[in-house]
Each structure stands twice: as C-alpha cells, then as structure tokens.
C-alpha cells in the first residue's frame, strides 16, 4: 500500500474530520459552559442581594444546556454516566423551572 492509498483510507474511516477543529470545539464547549455557570452565579447571588429572591431563570436555561449536551454525548457515545448526568440536569431544569413559575409568575 502506498502513501496515497493509506491517506485516502484514513480519510474514508474519520470521514474526512479534522481532529484539531473537533479538539478546539470540545475545549471551546467546556470553557462556554464554566463560563456559563459563573454567569449564572454571578446573576444570582446579585439577583439574591438586590431583590431579595433568587433568579431561577438562568438555572433553567444553564441545566436544560447541560442536558441537552449530556444527552446527545449519550445518544452517540453509548455512555451510561453521560445519560445519568443527562437525566440529572434535566430534572434540576424542570425543577428550577417550576420554581421560575412559582417566583416570578405566581403559577403553581
């Protein structure tokens, strides 16, 4: 086999990805979401001292990112802790959700 021919069926077996944009992706992707939950803190504890109530919002958005992402890691990865995870912040979403209804709305 020639150089040419390994190349080409390297190509066929990754589909033709490039593994420095996927490794920059999944670092990129990691530090969005610590930057998210610190934003999210952030908000809150600011949310908590002026207002006096904590903004459940943000937690509802920031767990049903989370989820999302665990569950589709799980969708192709096969990974039993990637669905548990996905499942648990799901949970924590519906919940910080119905106490976003509870708070701000009155709902409930």
């Keep these: 086999m020639d150089r040419e021919e390994i190349l080409a069926k390297s190509r ?3 589909k033709d990805r490039d593994f420095v944009e996927v490794e920059a992706l999944n670092k990129g992707n990691g530090l969005a979401f ?3 939950v610190l934003l999210c803190s952030l908000v809150s504890v600011l949310h908590s001292i002026f207002k006096d109530s904590v903004d459940y919002g943000v937690w509802t958005v920031m767990f049903g990112m989370m989820s999302s992402l665990m569950l589709v890691k ?3 990865l096969k990974k039993r802790h990637e669905l548990l995870f996905g499942l648990v912040y799901a949970a924590l979403s519906v919940c910080f959700f ?4 509870q708070n701000v709305l009155g709902v409930l």
């Design 98 to 101: 119905v106490f976003y209804l």
């Design 74 to 76: 799980y969708a192709k």
């Design 12 to 14: 066929a077996e990754n």
């Design 34 to 36: 610590t930057t998210g």
